[in-house]
């Protein structure tokens, strides 16, 4: 990235001559999260390889932002620094189906397929303000509609771009940017950018196109207090142009409270993904017969009634179009900004319907802060696949605590479990079981 290279070679020369004035130092902050993180999935039916995945790792993120240097035009630079350790892994839990580029579940894989020891990064980030407007170059952790960072491992995925974000109209946030690589959550490598149906594992494989440019832009608009619009567009070049439409709103009852939550996406092609070519090349979606080019509109709809520490949710979304769902993934754990993203799948196939129920509650109403609980089920149908329609269903439960005062306050307890059944002939039905504790320590 030189262009992103030299943007913080030049505020680190800045800095170097001005750190020293006020605000630079007396509004950084600085914090360690220590996260031990267990995973075991279990891979019910089916002869692929594997049938069992278990991991156990400690892992810690160090997290540093400064303040601004005095000024019209500010400068700042934050810092990520990333290391994991194994703790138990073996070669047949920790399964990848190419070692030289594919790491298993937690951790990078060395070149006989075993989990690595430890695996470690560093990420910076350089930064400029001028009245409310930030521009940040160097490690980003976006987490927009059209981009979405994935922590659902043992270490935070990124990624190295620029971003601009403005603050200078009342309630309306701008944001654009480009990001040309992305460091995945079990990995210490950047790489090029890409989707499902292009992410092979070798870098050889001709299902592994890649691009280094991915464009965003857009904006939340809060219209009242409790009503906000937003649109952003995303284009992953030679592969998808996408727009997206979204409206959020609480509305307070006499007897609690719902809240609105309405998404829509637009997919299409893009640059080599066009072109039967292209595809041939590489290019290509995930989906059906539609030759690998996108084709894809996704709308959603969810509802929350929240009372006194309970709430209740209701949606419903639906996958229109010859393509799956496109959206940043390199193969080795995403995140897209879908209400059915979930522990294990994200039902957003070609033609799938999907609907969720979900209940939540807070044991702070009965006086146990910090206890939380939830779980939500999911049901697809309609999936398009060349032996006929084909559903899926997830169940997710979610139990955590976070102790909230004494010695030990901050210190978070979780056990995530789940379980997904699957018609779909690449997907193999699976139990999944996290553990996690976790605990931030501030430094500065």
Do not use: C
């Not at 520490?309 to 940043?328: C, E, K």
């Amino acid at each position: 990235m030189k262009k992103s290279t030299l943007a913080f070679a030049v505020a680190a020369g800045v800095l170097a001559q001005q750190a020293g004035a006020a605000g630079f130092v007396e509004d950084s902050k600085a914090s360690v999260t220590a996260r031990n993180f267990y995973i075991n999935q279990d891979n019910r039916d089916g002869a692929a390889k594997p049938s069992k995945q278990e991991e156990w790792g400690q892992g810690f993120i160090f997290n540093f932002a400064s303040g601004y240097t005095q000024g019209t035009v500010g400068f700042g630079v934050d810092a990520i620094g990333l290391y994991g350790v194994k703790l138990d892994s073996g070669k047949g839990t920790a399964y990848n189906n190419n070692s030289a580029n594919k790491g298993g579940v937690v951790f990078p894989s060395d070149s006989d397929g075993r989990a690595v020891d430890d695996f470690a990064s560093l990420g910076l980030t350089g930064k400029v303000k001028i009245s409310k407007t930030e521009l940040k170059l160097g490690t980003l952790l976006p987490k927009l509609p059209v981009v979405t960072s994935n922590d659902g491992r043992l270490l935070p995925q990124t990624f190295e771009g620029g971003q601009i974000t403005s603050n200078e109209i009342d309630n309306l946030t701008l944001v654009g940017g480009k990001l040309e690589h992305a460091k995945g959550r079990n990995s210490s490598n950047n790489d090029s950018l890409t989707i499902a149906g292009s992410n092979g594992a070798t870098r050889t494989a001709t299902a592994n196109a890649r691009s280094n440019e991915f464009y965003y832009a857009g904006g939340d608009y809060k219209i009242t207090k409790d009503l906000v619009a937003q649109y952003y567009y995303g284009n992953l070049s030679d592969f998808y142009k996408q727009h997206f439409l979204g409206l959020t709103h609480n509305w307070a009852l006499p007897v609690g409270s719902i809240k609105s939550d309405l998404r829509y996406f637009n997919s299409d092609s893009d640059g080599k993904n066009s072109s039967q070519e292209g595809r041939i090349a590489g290019y290509r979606a995930s989906g059906y017969q539609n030759g690998g080019e996108v084709d894809n509109r996704t709308w959603s709809a969810k509802f929350t009634y929240s009372l006194q520490g309970h709430a209740i949710s209701a949606g419903y979304q639906r996958v229109n179009g010859t393509s799956d769902f496109p959206f940043l993934n390199q193969g080795d754990g995403a995140s897209s900004y879908l209400i059915t993203d979930m522990q294990i799948g994200k039902f957003q196939r070609a033609g799938e319907r999907t609907w969720l129920a979900q209940y939540a509650y807070d044991f702070a109403t009965i006086g146990l802060p910090g206890l939380t609980t939830s779980v939500v089920y999911l049901k697809g149908d309609n999936i398009a696949t060349s032996t006929g329609d084909k559903g899926e269903w997830e169940r997710d439960f979610n139990l955590g605590y976070v102790i909230p005062e004494g010695t030990f306050k901050g210190l978070g307890l979780a056990w995530k479990n789940a379980s997904l059944r699957s018609q779909v002939a690449s997907q193999r039905d699976q139990d999944e079981n996290r553990l996690i504790v976790s605990y931030t320590l501030p430094i500065l």
